[in-house]
């Protein structure tokens, strides 16, 4: 294990100098109280901050930022909180994910622009944790991330409710017609009841299980409520064990290797995790210079059962995940089975397999036993087809069997406003083998490529008890949503792929099992249809969302900015006066 000599402290260059820079570097971060001998060449560790009350989801990281900084100081180093964007999913339009790449250049710039040795990440609310780990990973430095853990069970009418996951169902049983308004708005105050993320399976907790597989945080970081005081211990260890991950230069290329995102990607499939989980490490693997493709996704991970039987995919949340076991429970049963890279490096030091093969399973009926599996074959599938030549994903775990392989006649929303608008009309023509078709919701057309491709179903349908049909589109989808929607359809329609040539009326083909996506429309036809498209132009004429609309890469890659890719390194930048 290679060690840091004091001296070699990037921070020194900052702190170590006896001239008149020194004496400026030191002597304003004097005015915070801090005495002369923090500047005595201990590691200086950044906690990187994503608290805001417009993230309510992060809205307790004071504290848990306190408890961080505890660690530090006892470890011997120097903690230096600061804060960066913060990305609330439930608060932010047009959508959150606009600016996760945004929030990464904030993260990456800050961390090499101060002096930092170390950083440990405070990720919680679902883009918090790519947009933080992007950016760390651009600079390269030895990073720790600490999830701010999920919300207590929601709890509504004596049974347990989960976040997103049921509001997407009441919401269709008040179009139903059988929940009323004012059992909908007692539901509200009853979902959301302590601090923390969505404590069903979605994009926060997926995010904070894929950190944990990938080896970025201390064992067990995903699953402990937020509420729980272990979760204030984990975030105390992680300060020391920051402070001697800087000492041993244990650098996040080290921890996320090719096996790492093998892990990760395994992990999701037995979690039954967010389709977003596709898109954001996609993004992480090309910071850090990882080769990860779409294919990747689909050959290491749909043959892998999906044992946690929580919401969406199946019945329980986070806080009976982590009574159960949690994550390491879940590397234990896919270490034991063959499906585990055992040899890639965590953060603490260890191997996963070191810090997860007697890892304890205390409840089969949470996280189910390798023959007795929630879904046989649940992992990510990718589509591909006249309709997706560069790929598109659905998540079997939280579709219908009976849907995996269907054809259907197209009905067509050229936008999502289309949709709203024409979705509740009697005089629809959808039925329940038609195939609802939603375009130009990608990462160029909505922009941002929201989470919009669960579209609902139209009323008419629900009132007959038509609980799913088929829906296709490039945008992306909650990870708290369920049904059988094909999702990240590559190219997208605002760039002119297949999609935006979709018609009313034409027969789509769908086999989950062939990998297939088709539409049954002559190739002549197409070309014509093609010949005819003109481009919508950029949603904004400058600014950052210009910016974004010029550079952002399509799903397949990851959506991340073109000139953002790779990691650029922590090089002491020049002094400033
Ligand atoms: Fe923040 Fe779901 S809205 S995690």
Same mark, same amino acid.
């Given at each position: 294990?290679?060690?840091q000599s004091k001296a070699a402290y990037r921070s020194a260059a900052w702190f170590g100098k006896i001239d ?151 919401? #269709? ?68 064990r920051i402070v001697e991950m800087v000492a041993e230069d244990l650098r996040m290329s080290r921890i996320l ?23 954001? /490490? ?9 080769? /990860? ?51 890639? %490096? ?29 879904? #046989? ?10 309709? $997706? ?20 006649? $197209? ?75 094909? /999702? ?17 009326g034409d027969r789509i083909e769908l086999d989950v099992e062939q990998r297939r996506l088709h539409l049954d ?25 210009? /910016? ?12 991340? %900015? ?16």
């Amino acid at each position: 294990m290679s060690t840091q000599s004091k001296a070699a402290y990037r921070s020194a260059a900052w702190f170590g100098k006896i001239d008149r820079h020194g004496f400026g570097h030191r002597s304003w971060m004097r005015i915070q109280g801090f005495p002369g001998d923090v500047f005595d060449g201990r590691p200086v560790i950044g906690i990187c901050n994503t608290w805001s009350e417009l993230n309510p989801c992060n809205a307790h990281f004071r504290d848990l930022a306190d408890h961080v900084k505890r660690g530090v100081w006892q470890a011997g180093g120097f903690p230096v909180e600061f804060p960066v964007t913060s990305l609330g999913e439930a608060i932010m339009r047009p959508t959150a994910m606009l600016f996760r790449n945004l929030a990464s250049m904030d993260v990456e710039e800050s961390i090499r622009a101060n002096p930092i040795d170390g950083v440990v990440l405070l990720c919680g609310c679902d883009k918090t944790t790519p947009s933080l780990v992007m950016g760390a990973a651009s600079c390269d430095l030895p990073a720790l991330v600490v999830s701010g853990g999920p919300m207590l069970n929601g709890k509504y009418q004596g049974r347990d409710i989960g976040s997103g996951t049921d509001l997407w169902r009441f919401s #269709e049983q008040v179009k139903a017609g059988t929940m009323g308004l004012n059992q909908f708005m007692e539901a509200e105050a009853c979902m959301s009841r302590s601090p923390g993320h969505c404590m069903t399976m979605g994009t926060a907790s997926t995010m904070a299980s894929m950190v944990e597989a990938l080896g970025l945080s201390l064992p067990e970081n995903a699953a402990i409520p937020a509420a729980d005081s272990r979760r204030s211990v984990l975030a105390h260890l992680a300060g020391r064990r920051i402070v001697e991950m800087v000492a041993e230069d244990l650098r996040m290329s080290r921890i996320l290797t090719r096996e790492a995102f093998e892990n990760a990607i395994r992990v999701n499939a037995a979690l039954g995790g967010s389709t977003n989980a596709v898109i954001h /490490l996609l993004a992480i693997a090309g910071r850090i210079g990882v080769p /990860l493709s779409l294919d990747d996704w689909d050959r290491l991970g749909h043959d892998c059962p999906t044992l946690v039987n929580l919401m969406p995919s199946g019945q329980y949340l986070m806080e009976d995940f982590y009574y159960a076991g949690g994550v390491p429970a879940v590397v234990r049963a896919l270490g034991e089975h063959g499906l585990l890279r055992q040899d890639a %490096l965590t953060v603490n030091g260890k191997t996963i397999w070191e810090n997860c093969r007697e890892a304890p399973n205390w409840n089969a009926e949470v996280i189910r036993p390798w023959e007795r599996p929630l879904v #046989e074959r649940g992992g990510i599938a990718v589509l591909r087809g006249n309709l $997706a030549p560069d790929g598109a994903v659905i998540k079997p775990s939280a579709a219908s069997p009976h849907l995996m392989r269907h054809a259907g006649r $197209a009905v067509v929303f050229e936008s999502i406003e289309e949709y709203k608008q024409r979705i509740e009309d009697p005089s629809l023509d959808a039925g329940e083998d038609s195939v609802l078709v939603l375009k130009n919701c990608g990462p160029k057309g909505y922009p941002g490529m929201a989470e919009v491709g669960n579209m609902g179903l139209p009323p008419k349908l629900l009132k007959r008890g038509i609980t799913d049909v088929v829906r296709i589109s490039d945008a992306r989808m909650s990870g708290t949503a369920y049904g059988t929607v094909v /999702l990240h359809v590559c190219p997208e329609a605002a760039i002119g792929g297949p999609l935006a040539h979709v018609r009313e009326g034409d027969r789509i083909e769908l086999d989950v099992e062939q990998r297939r996506l088709h539409l049954d429309v002559p190739e002549e036809e197409l070309q014509r249809r093609s010949a005819a498209w003109r481009a919508a132009p950029p949603p904004m004429s400058g600014g950052y969302q210009r /910016l974004y609309f010029e550079h952002v890469l399509q799903a397949d890659t990851g959506a991340d %900015l073109d000139f953002l890719i790779g990691c650029r390194g922590l090089a002491v930048p020049r002094e400033s006066h």
